[in-house]
């Protein structure tokens, strides 16, 4: 079945194919419109009445409640408070209640009930700041803490137990068993053979005294060992090297021989060869050099800050390229006492064993110190108490009296020789996060949590701290044990202060009194003794134009002009008199006063930076005049200042000109420098 289409959806009938709307149905659509709009109007006049309605009904409460309550109620209420204000940003201050126009957060009350002390480096959060900011705080308490000292160095032979091999005697290598550095030579080992003319001599005179003893009746007993010539002739070969045994077999088969074998005394590795067969050695000659490698040294580099808290006997750990990863241990044997000035560094000596011999000589290595620090910094490290210690030898330590297996020396109790601190238990160190503490090069910051009920306070304090150990540092001075300090968002509060121009850590808010500088340091009193026009002026002008030259040649990095005009100054100076001037005190002070500037004046002959380098001394005894007995010029003359002379020292000059001119460094820096004060003709100073 086919629907027909319903006059209620469709009451014009269709337009023709390819036609559009016909007019009746352009009628019924505006209609349609015209009831929807009229509609939309009503709903939004009843909706405005109806807001107007509950709007003006409160207004007539609020009336009411002016009425009835007088000056109380919310005129009180309004009254409380200053200011609304974003904890998030302070500078934020609004009239009303609302959001923050920065971060969108509830804005707080300032009540003006509690006033703020607009000095104190103080700062309120309320509990969703707290969270913006991610505070964290943690507890100031003591801890055990350890100072990593780190130190650098290389792997070296130890000392006592290397072994020189030397000839005893003159004479001539004629075999080398050892002829090649490295080996291994064990006690006894054959190492060369020397022949000797005086040897055989020698063991000929040992054999004809104990032939001359044999002869006779009684000659046993009268020429037995304890013969003078016996005894003298076998101590001779006794002190050239051969042993017990080869002197008993001499004077059982009485055949003396003109070579002497060497023997190795010792047993270790041989470092040195310096002998070949066919040499000729004298007595004294050194041969070979052995070392026991089993035993080795570590010399360490330490920086000067780290000396504090070496101790001998403390336990080191090191790493080397060879074995990564494997860490080796010894002990502090030896502090150099002496400081290298090249390097700023002390040699630390560590001993170590080598038993599996990974350990070779010139190794470099990476080495720490774990260094426990108690209050005040203090080193706690008395592992040793009780003990007994070598003095040569501080890894030797026993826990009773004895001697030292190495050196065979009487072993000390480890207090008597310094290495237990004899002050007594060390407290551990009161310490803060490193992360709580913001420092300035001066001062360090901390913020400290107050609580007063709901309300949380961030103060901040100057405090005064220690070494740093790890991630924490030593609290000297300006927390209690139990505060609490923040950790994380410390920088965000004190950004905070800043913006209100409260005190904050680059911002201490009390008048602090500067160091007078050189510079700015009172001038010593001097005695004016101008007399406008006298004659002196004259005499002394010369050497004043002279100077005035010097400075500008320097300036122009001239050196035959300044060569030139210090020429001039030093003649000048010859026709400086004292004429008109008063007294014979005053004439006693020009005198002087001239004297002081021939002094400073440079060697005939000098460079331009040799020159530039007496300039002031040559300022200061001419300015020191100039204050005293003026000038005839027709301008003041200038005393500029340069900081950066000298290698930053610091150096003035005079100048004719207001304008820098630099003599120290010339075209390189001109104009570095500043005027400070101007010399008037009657020598008074006035203070730029």
């Known amino acids: 079945m086919s629907s027909q289409p319903s006059s209620e959806h469709n009451s014009t009938p269709p337009a023709p194919h390819g036609r559009g709307p016909w007019p009746v149905d352009l009628a019924y659509r505006a209609w349609r419109m015209s009831v929807v709009r009229g509609f939309l109007m009503v709903c939004l006049l009843g909706l405005t009445y109806?807001?107007?309605?509950?709007?003006?009904?409160?207004?007539a409460v609020g009336h009411g409640a002016h009425a009835g309550g007088g000056s109380g109620g919310a005129t009180a209420a309004q009254d409380e408070v200053r200011y609304w204000t974003c904890s998030m940003h302070p500078n934020v201050k609004l009239p009303a209640p609302g959001l923050c126009p920065i971060c969108f957060m509830d804005l707080i009350p300032v009540k003006a009930g509690a006033a703020e002390d607009e000095s104190a480096p103080v700062m309120s959060l309320s509990p969703r700041a707290r969270t913006l900011a991610r505070i964290e705080t943690a507890e100031v308490k003591r801890r055990e803490l350890a100072i990593e000292i780190q130190m650098v160095g290389k792997v070296a032979a130890d000392e006592?137990?290397?072994?020189?091999?030397?000839?005893?005697?003159?004479?001539?290598?004629?075999?080398?068993?050892?002829?090649?550095?490295?080996?291994?030579?064990?006690?006894?080992?054959?190492?060369?053979?020397?022949?000797?003319?005086?040897?055989?001599?020698?063991?000929?005179?040992?054999?004809?005294?104990?032939?001359?003893?044999?002869?006779?009746?009684?000659?046993?007993?009268?020429?037995?060992?304890?013969?003078p010539m016996i005894h003298s002739a076998r101590r001779k070969l006794e002190l050239w090297g051969i042993s017990k045994d080869v002197l008993d077999t001499l004077a059982r088969e009485r055949k003396p021989s003109d070579h002497i074998r060497i023997d190795s005394p010792v047993e270790g590795w041989v470092l040195e060869r310096m002998g070949y067969e066919g040499m000729y050695v004298d007595t004294g000659m050194r041969i070979f050099t052995l070392a026991d490698l089993r035993h080795l040294w570590v010399m360490l580099d330490a920086?000067?800050?780290?000396?504090?808290?070496?101790?001998?006997?403390?336990?080191?750990?090191?790493?080397?390229?060879?074995?990564?990863?494997?860490?080796?241990?010894?002990?502090?044997?030896?502090?150099d006492p002496v400081l290298r000035a090249d390097t700023r560094t002390v040699k630390v000596r560590v001993n170590v064993t080598n038993p599996d011999l990974r350990l070779r000589p010139e190794m470099f290595v990476r080495a720490h110190v774990h260094v426990r620090?108690?209050?005040?910094?203090?080193?706690?490290?008395?592992?040793?108490?009780?003990?007994?210690?070598?003095?040569?030898?501080?890894?030797?330590?026993?826990?009773?009296?004895?001697?030292?297996?190495?050196c065979g020396m009487r072993l000390e109790p480890a207090e008597s020789l310094g290495f237990?601190?004899?002050?007594?238990?060390?407290?551990?160190a009161l310490a803060v996060p490193q992360t709580a503490v913001l420092l300035t090069g001066k001062r360090a910051v901390v913020y400290v949590e107050k609580k007063d009920g709901e309300e949380v306070r961030y103060e901040g304090r100057v405090i005064r701290v220690g070494p740093r150990a790890g991630n924490y540092y030593i609290v000297e001075e300006g927390l209690s044990e139990g505060e609490r300090v923040v950790t994380h968002?410390?920088?965000?509060?004190?950004?905070?202060?800043?913006?209100?121009?409260?005190?904050?850590?680059?911002?201490?808010?009390?008048k602090e009194v500067e160091e007078e500088s050189p510079a700015k340091a009172e001038e010593p009193p001097i005695v004016s003794r101008y007399v406008r026009d006298a004659m002196y002026h004259q005499h002394v002008a010369p050497i004043v134009e002279a100077y005035v030259e010097l400075v500008n040649a320097l300036a122009a990095d001239d050196a035959e002009g300044a060569a030139a005009a210090a020429k001039r100054l030093r003649a000048a100076r010859a026709q400086a008199l004292p004429h008109g001037v008063e007294g014979d005190e005053a004439i006693g002070a020009?005198?002087?006063?001239?004297?002081?500037?021939?002094?400073?004046?440079?060697?005939?002959?000098?460079?331009?930076?040799?020159?530039?380098?007496?300039?002031?001394?040559?300022?200061?005894?001419?300015?020191?005049y100039l204050r005293t007995f003026g000038h005839n010029r027709s301008g003041p003359l200038f005393e500029a200042y340069c900081p950066m002379a000298f290698d930053n020292q610091g150096a003035s000059w005079l100048q004719a000109e207001e304008r820098i001119s630099n003599p120290y460094f010339g075209s390189k820096m001109l104009r570095c420098g500043e005027i400070r004060k101007r010399i008037a003709k009657d020598g008074r100073v006035v203070h730029e």
């Open 160 to 227: 006592t137990r290397i072994t020189y091999i030397s000839s005893y005697i003159p004479g001539r290598l004629d075999r080398l068993y050892v002829n090649y550095t490295g080996i291994l030579v064990r006690k006894g080992d054959h190492l060369a053979e020397i022949y000797s003319p005086e040897l055989l001599v020698a063991q000929t005179e040992y054999v004809a005294a104990l032939d001359a003893a044999d002869r006779g009746a009684t000659a046993t007993q009268a020429f037995g060992p304890q013969d």
């Open 420 to 428: 237990v601190d004899e002050a007594g238990p060390v407290r551990d």
């Open 303 to 335: 920086y000067e800050l780290d000396i504090g808290y070496l101790r001998l006997a403390q336990e080191v750990e090191f790493e080397t390229e060879a074995f990564r990863g494997q860490l080796f241990h010894g002990r502090i044997a030896y502090i």
């Open 373 to 406: 620090v108690g209050e005040g910094g203090r080193v706690i490290d008395n592992a040793l108490a009780g003990k007994w210690i070598c003095p040569m030898h501080p890894e030797v330590a026993k826990r009773e009296e004895g001697t030292c297996d190495i």
């Open 590 to 624: 020009f005198n002087s006063q001239i004297t002081a500037i021939e002094s400073g004046l440079p060697a005939e002959g000098a460079d331009i930076e040799g020159i530039r380098a007496k300039l002031p001394d040559l300022t200061r005894g001419l300015e020191t």
């Open 50 to 59: 109806w807001v107007g309605t509950l709007v003006a009904g409160g207004d």
């Open 489 to 510: 968002g410390a920088l965000m509060i004190d950004s905070a202060l800043q913006i209100q121009a409260r005190p904050s850590m680059m911002q201490t808010g009390e």
